[in-house]
């Protein structure tokens, strides 16, 4: 396990370089993200521990990072005075854009997979945004009205669009369609709703609590993982949007802040949550041949984070199971996940 | 931006979402709210003498259906339930399915009725919202209708033995101007107090309508009316309250000789209650989601009701029961309410609720309420939503917390948010 400390930010959101195995980007912001700047650390993965690339200073708070998945050098930050900023890491000091567009805290950003040429952003304003690098406006907005935490393009098609907010619902939106009254929304998915139960005509329902995170699988084009206030971890199929979860995960004891879905087995999950852990669970459709399916379960725990974790991402390349995670402790901790498996 | 004080909160929220209600949660706005579309009501017009005196509980109902239905715009196929919140009328339930075909809805559009008696309006609203809630279906209608001028009060029937042997079931043979008095007794609320407070409705209700503001809540009827003179029948149009006194004041209400002499402290007059009145209201429900789709416009958002019980022989007080309960239910403190709207069964009741639960009386039936506009028993219940979500409209409010006491002993309360 490699520790690197944001001495005096506290962290928020961690990013794997897509171009390479030895960079992550760390948002993080200063007194707990309640008020004062923000920081955007470059991080080297290198034989003598975790080094410090370079880092950008903004004026509020850092609540998400994405890389561009075009230009190496390129990387979007949420901003909590409602601004989207471009830096280039070969440059020092400012940013190259930035978008003063949305009228609260912007809380997640999320390159576009597939066409690589668009991102999106999301913000307490109950709007979504999508932006193009080279262009001075936002190219489309996407209302959800409430406090949206998590929007992300599909990894599979570069015109599908998720997001999840406070109003405890999933919103699926194609872009493809005309836009209309409806504003692309194609699903609207209540997390809440429970799965239906044989024989019973109504269904066991939770009550409607905030969702702060979501994440496509890399593998199967149509499964979203959910997971917010109120702990539980979800995973929805989008063909049948009214069906419920397909699987729910519990066992984390405080809401989740962060999920991904590993890039290497599609049952792979990855939490962050208040509790102060990072979890690694099974959807229980194990790709593994001769591995058995089984219900979703949590397969292994890091317990050395000391405050509430914020942000995790997978290692795209190399052997699989390397993360990332980033906290409220000031600490970004590099690890392998099989190390906390199978105990 | 966010102050760090609501940034912290937003994190505090995360943690405990059990603490998550209150006014700031109340006011999201979540797919699945049940919301209301319509809300509108008849005037108010005083029994056996107004000008719904001789407009029949089904014609009442007819009426006011037809109204909605053309109002709302909507496809009648679509709603699936009318609930129509009724206490005193013989063959209720034969009407309401009746009146509701009548009005031009088709056959597949069912009725029932629901009856606690001056809380059966709201009631209804709540009886549509949990079938919505619960998904039995997607769009209903809550009605509150009362005809006063057709079918009188009697009071209790003749109960059984082991009712009337018992200390407190028995108090429910009790008429309900004898609960009136024991509230005045029992809690010390003087003559005076209550001529004031029923004079201050007439005068907010005197103020309301000549402003127009009531007119924001009223659907014109065209009704048959027969004069009391020559025996004319006539078609004529009623689009006013007639019930409220203009210049009237704790004075001139101060004159007015006891109602029940026979019950002391004899304090409740003809002045100082609620008025026997005709009239209806009507609220169209749905899912936030369903509104949406059908580009439905929202008014406002139910946001849940409640009851409780209590000695039936002080049965007027029972609003200090409900409302600390639903405020509780819904996280909220009572100056996060902007309107309350509690019915003036009784102007004792009246005193002793704002007094007790320590309401601004700038807050309390900001239009006035029953003893100046009437109280049409099963009405009452959905025409103070009515009134509520208009005054809330007007002052660019929020919350609104409706409530009533009820005959045998109880109190309802709900709680309304208007998105204007």
Known sequence: MLEYQTQGFNGYAVKYSPFFDSRIAVASSANFGLVGNGRLYILGLTANGIQPEKWFDTQDSLYDTAWSEVHENQIVVACGDGSVKLFDISLDQYPIQSWQEHNREVYSVSWNLVSKDTFSSSSWDGTIKVWSPHRPQSILTLPTHSCTYSSAFSPHSQSILSSVSSDSHLRIFDLRTPPSASNHLVHLIPIHGGPPVPGMASRQSFQPSECLTHDWNKYRPNIIATAGVDTIIRTFDIRNPKAGPVAQLYGHEYAVRKLAWSPHLSDLLLSASYDMTCRVWTDGTSSTPGASGGAGREIGRLNRHTEFVTGVDWCLFGSEGWCASVSWDKRVLVWDARAVMGR | ?420
């Not at chain 2, 108010?44 to 007819?62: E, F, M, Q, W």
């Not at chain 2, 200390?167 to 107090?193: C, D, K, L, Y």
């Not at chain 2, 807050?363 to 009452?380: D, E, F, M, Q």
């Open chain 2, 1 to 420: 931006m966010a102050l760090p004080g609501e940034r912290l909160s937003t994190v505090l929220g995360h943690l405990n979402p059990m603490k998550a209600t209150g006014r700031e949660s109340l006011l999201k706005k979540n797919p699945d709210d049940i919301v209301i579309t319509l809300a509108v009501r008849t005037p108010l017009t005083k029994a056996r003498k107004g000008g719904l005196k001789d407009t029949s509980l089904d014609d009442l109902l007819i009426t006011l259906l037809t109204a909605i239905r053309e109002r709302s715009n909507i496809d009648p196929a679509l709603i699936e339930d009318v609930c129509v919140g009724n206490v005193l009328a013989v063959g209720q339930t034969y009407i309401a399915r009746s009146a509701v075909i009548a009005a031009g809805f088709p056959v597949t559009t069912a009725a029932s009725i629901c009856n606690r008696f001056c809380s059966s309006g709201l009631l209804a609203v709540q009886n549509i919202a949990n079938q919505i809630i619960s998904g039995s279906i997607d769009v209903g209608l809550a009605v509150g209708a009362e005809s006063m001028s057709g079918t009188p009060d009697d009071g209790a029937p003749n109960m059984s033995a082991k009712i009337i042997n018992h200390p407190v079931a028995s108090q429910n043979t009790q008429p309900m101007g004898q609960t009136s008095e024991n509230v005045a007794a029992q809690f010390n609320i003087s003559r005076h107090a209550m001529d004031a407070f029923a004079a201050s409705s007439f005068q907010k209700a005197e103020k309301a309508q000549k402003a127009g503001w009531l007119a924001d809540e009223i659907v014109p009827l065209n009704v048959q009316w027969k004069d009391p003179k020559t025996g004319e029948v006539s078609t004529k149009i009623v689009d006013r309250d007639d019930g409220i006194r203009y210049g009237t004041t704790a004075e001139s209400l101060g004159k007015i000789r006891a109602a029940f002499p026979q019950w002391s402290p004899s304090a409740t007059t003809g002045g100082n209650a609620s008025q026997i009145t005709d009239g209806a209201a009507g609220l169209l429900l749905m899912k936030r989601s369903r509104a949406e789709a059908l580009g439905q416009p929202i008014v406002g958002k139910f946001c849940g009701a409640t009851v409780s019980g209590l000695e039936p022989r002080i049965m007027g007080i029972g609003p200090t029961l409900a409302i600390p309960k639903i405020l509780e239910k819904t996280g909220l403190s009572s100056s996060d309410v902007d309107v309350f709207e509690i019915n003036e069964a009784f102007a004792s009741m009246g005193v002793y609720c704002v007094e007790k639960l320590g309401l601004d009386p700038a807050k309390v039936n900001p239009r006035g309420g029953a003893i100046a506009l009437g109280h049409p028993l099963g009405c009452t219940g959905a025409r103070q939503v009515v009134t509520a979500l208009s005054e809330l409209r007007r002052q660019d409010k929020r919350i609104a917390v409706t409530s009533m006491c009820v005959g045998t002993g109880m109190g309802m309360a709900g709680v309304f948010v208007s998105e204007h």
